[in-house]
């Protein structure tokens, strides 16, 4: 539940809701993709028989695609995962990145009854959990509702089905960024609240910056970036909860907020608002409040919204 009660029901991520900690251990998913061959998802087919997407009695639930540096899946009435692995120069550490990407729902159902269609013609083979051996790039799985996985065996539909999902993520990365809605019930249109914030990551606190932003038209959007012993980690989430519900929130959330006076800006940490389309940012004094409250928002957007930020210390006298 949200502040005063509120019900915040954010589109689910998936088939779970991964706690932060899961969400960049994700990351070590990609690390196996950096060569031409991969073990491990997409696996080796452990049979050789004679399918189609067509054959297959239940809808394929989920689309896997990787290739090098990058494992996406697309979830059927969810979201988009893209988890991508950079390496250094020197091979020692590298980046990690994950992006979750929650569309409209009707969007994501048009897609897949065009993916329906693509898949419905393609060869594909039963997948081993066991099996050990390499699969060449680009690969591609589709797993049904009862958790069968299989493997498109051409790779040239493998590339034509990354193709379909690299346009989707595409385009729901142009449009990710919230702007603007509509005025709530006291004038705001948008929140954002962006300062130092932690979490805990394997059982060992990794410190970062969080940036969220929510919109009176339900769009939200939280980037957290942190640098840990095996090097820089990234983890944003976007998506939509109901206007009505995010109005109310972002109501709620910049109820303690007062103005601030230039000298009490502080470059990396802010609350803010947008009301009449201009931004008003809190001072040093109210900005932990605002903090505070948002933190009954974070959790109903999941993931890489959930680092907790650390208020400014107000100096005596304000």
């Not at 009660?5 to 900690?21: H, I, N, R």
């Not at 569309?103 to 039963?126: H, I, K, S, Y």
Request: with cysteine; net charge negative; glycine share 10%.
């Amino acid at each position: 539940m949200g502040p005063r009660g509120l019900p915040l029901a954010a589109t689910p991520c998936m088939s779970f809701k991964p706690s932060v900690a899961l969400l960049f251990a994700a990351g070590l998913l990609a690390t196996a993709c950096g060569g031409a061959t991969r073990s491990g998802s997409p696996r080796s087919p452990s049979g050789t028989a004679a399918l189609t997407g067509a054959n297959v009695s239940t809808r394929f639930q989920r689309v896997l695609v990787a290739e090098r540096g990058i494992v996406v899946m697309v979830a059927r009435d969810g979201c988009v995962a893209t988890v991508s692995s950079a390496a250094e120069q020197d091979d020692e550490g590298g980046s990690e990145e994950m992006r979750v990407r929650c569309p409209r729902p009707e969007r994501l159902r048009a897609w897949f009854a065009a993916v329906d269609r693509l898949t419905a013609g393609l060869a594909v083979v039963p997948v081993s959990e066991d099996s050990a051996d390499d699969t060449p790039l680009p690969a591609a799985e589709l797993v049904t509702a009862k958790g069968q996985v299989l493997q498109v065996a051409k790779r040239a539909d493998a590339e034509r089905l990354l193709g379909e999902v690299r346009a989707l993520a595409a385009e729901l990365a142009a449009a990710e960024m919230p702007s603007p809605g509509p005025s709530s019930a006291h004038g705001w249109q948008m929140l954002r609240v962006s300062g130092p914030a932690h979490v805990i990551l394997g059982g060992n606190e990794a410190a970062g910056l969080l940036d969220a932003r929510m919109s009176t038209n339900g769009q939200y959007l939280c980037d957290f970036v942190a640098n840990t012993d095996g090097g820089p980690i990234r983890a944003t989430k976007s998506g939509w909860i109901s206007p009505v519900v995010a109005a109310r929130a972002i109501d709620d959330v910049l109820s303690p907020l007062a103005d601030s006076a230039s000298a009490d800006r502080r470059p990396t940490t802010i609350a803010s608002g947008i009301a009449s389309g201009s931004e008003r940012r809190a001072n040093v004094a109210s900005t932990g409040a605002v903090f505070q409250r948002f933190a009954h928002v974070q959790e109903a957007l999941g993931d890489a919204c959930l680092p907790e930020l650390d208020p400014p210390t107000a100096p005596i006298g304000l």
